[in-house]
T-cell receptor
Framework: EAGVTQFPSHSVIEKGQTVTLRCDPI?????LYWYRRVMGKEIKFLLH????????ESGMPNNRFLAERTGGTYSTLKVQPAELEDSGVYFC????????????????FGNGTRLTVT | DQQVKQNSPSLSVQEGRISILNCDYT??????FLWYKKYPAEGPTFLIS?????DKNEDGRFTVFLNKSAKHLSLHIVPSQPGDSAVYFC???????????FGTGTRLKVLA
């Protein structure tokens, strides 16, 4: 079974530019999540999709961040315009089970995209 | 304010000995706790979990202990192996959600 894949693995952009990160979840996983780790700190939740719907986007830092999951398959996270504080590692994760199932199964994370804004 | 805290940023242990990684939390509503391991340039990998109805869960060399009254959990690795060298993240969630709250991680180095 292929794992969660993220593209690109690294991105270096200048302040003010736009970057789009992509995540392909494990096939069949309806639940997709974005997390971010900034400067070696804790990994923070950004948002949660169930299929193509945003279930919870309470962790999105501001309106410069836009996440989409058209068709309920892969997801993109766009940062426009990028600021210096957006630098960090962006992780995508997926799971088959969700809150409604009442079953706990751990999230499967991708290797992340390291974003550097200069 | 951080709800999940890993106060030790790093830990070194001799191969074959026990590694004990600690995690404290403040939110009494957390009901599910996990440990993830992370190697450089890779994503976090699930290691072991425990629900709040238990106080211990064991999987091979890994055991997680939960002390709800102290709001404290720990991960024991016995015996420690050089391949265990990684950053370990403690995470917690509330009410069965996948909105994990992570700690800042502890870097474990197992010396051969």
């Amino acid at each position: 079974e292929a794992g969660v894949t993220q593209f690109p693995s690294h991105s270096v952009i200048e302040k003010g530019q736009t970057v789009t990160l992509r995540c392909d979840p494990i096939s069949g996983h309806d639940n997709l999540y974005w997390y971010r780790r900034v400067m070696g700190k804790e990994i923070k939740f950004l948002l949660h999709f169930v299929k193509e719907s945003k279930q919870d986007e309470s962790g999105m830092p501001n309106n410069r961040f836009l996440a989409e999951r058209t068709g309920g398959t892969y997801s993109t996270l766009k940062v426009q315009p990028a600021e210096l504080e957006d630098s960090g590692v962006y992780f995508c994760a997926s799971s088959q089970d969700g809150h409604s199932t009442g079953r706990y199964s751990p999230l499967h994370f991708g290797n992340g995209t390291r974003l550097t804004v200069t | 304010d951080q709800q999940v805290k890993q106060n030790s940023p790093s830990l070194s242990v001799q191969e074959g000995r026990i590694s004990i990684l600690n995690c404290d939390y403040t939110n009494s509503m957390f009901d599910y706790f996990l440990w993830y391991k992370k190697y450089p340039a890779e994503g976090p990998t699930f290691l072991i979990s425990i629900s709040s109805i238990k106080d211990k869960n064991e999987d091979g060399r890994f055991t997680v202990f939960l002390n709800k009254s102290a709001k404290h959990l720990s991960l024991h690795i016995v015996p420690s192996q050089p391949g265990d060298s990684a950053v370990y993240f403690c995470a917690a969630s509330e009410d069965g959600t996948y909105k994990y709250i992570f700690g800042t991680g502890t870097r474990l180095k197992v010396l051969a």
